[in-house]
T-cell receptor, first 115, second 114 residues
């Protein structure tokens, strides 16, 4: 099925460990982004990309890295996990022209716990 | 900058009750407005949208009208069902060139009891 695929769905890390959250879309969307969702905070933008080779920071980028080598994939890297990064992470994509007409397509999320 | 303010939850309603979730926004340009719904354990799904003033978005019995004069986009449904229990997010997307970020409200949790 077309859409945004996130892996893994659940992950437990120890403080200081690194990991990569995967995000892939098969809709040929130029725009991809990562959000984190925390209780009472809504969704906050971490990083985004408007095309292969182009990335930019969002509202809460510290502690996270991204790259965009292909249109389809937009991985999020945690270099040294901290308990403050315990959250639910969502990847979202959109076509640049259609973003205001059709909105954004979200993945099902990755629930990350850092102990 | 852009911002979205939603009414605080949680909201608990009986089945067939009328629902209103208030949403107001602040934007520097002319945004598109969205309501997203998140069912337990799932990602966000687009519920409805409006791209210009006085547009009415509707889907699954839900409606919201883009009111530029009051900078509002309130979500309404005439008769809620248990299956409507979810978290609802109001969001805006600036239509200006180079603007891609979705700005979200904090979400309103709705529980519908039989």
């Amino acid at each position: 099925n077309a859409g945004v695929t996130q892996t893994p769905k659940f992950q437990v890390l120890k403080t200081g460990q690194s990991m990569t959250l995967q995000c892939a879309q098969d809709m040929n969307h130029e725009y991809m982004s990562w959000y984190r969702q925390d209780p009472g905070m809504g969704l906050r933008l971490i990083h985004y990309s408007v095309g292969a080779g182009i990335t930019d920071q969002g509202e809460v980028p510290n502690g996270y890295n991204v790259s965009r080598s292909t249109t389809e994939d937009f991985p999020l890297r945690l270099l040294s996990a901290a308990p403050s990064q315990t959250s639910v992470y969502f990847c979202a994509s959109s076509s640049l022209q259609g973003r205001t007409d059709y909105g954004y397509t979200f993945g099902s999320g990755t629930r990350l716990t850092v102990v | 900058g852009n911002s979205v303010t939603q009414m605080e939850g949680p909201v608990t309603l009986s089945e067939e009750a009328f629902l209103t979730i208030n949403c107001t926004y602040t934007a520097t340009g002319y945004p598109s407005l969205f309501w997203y719904v998140q069912y337990p354990g799932e990602g966000l799904q687009l519920l409805l949208k409006a791209t210009k003033a006085d547009d009415k978005g509707s889907n699954k019995g839900f409606e919201a009208t883009y009111r530029k004069e009051t900078t509002s986009f309130h979500l309404e449904k005439g008769s809620v069902q248990v299956s409507d229990s979810a978290v609802y997010f109001c969001a805006l997307s600036d239509q200006g060139a180079g603007s891609y970020q979705l700005t979200f409200g904090k979400g309103t949790k709705l529980s519908v009891i039989p």
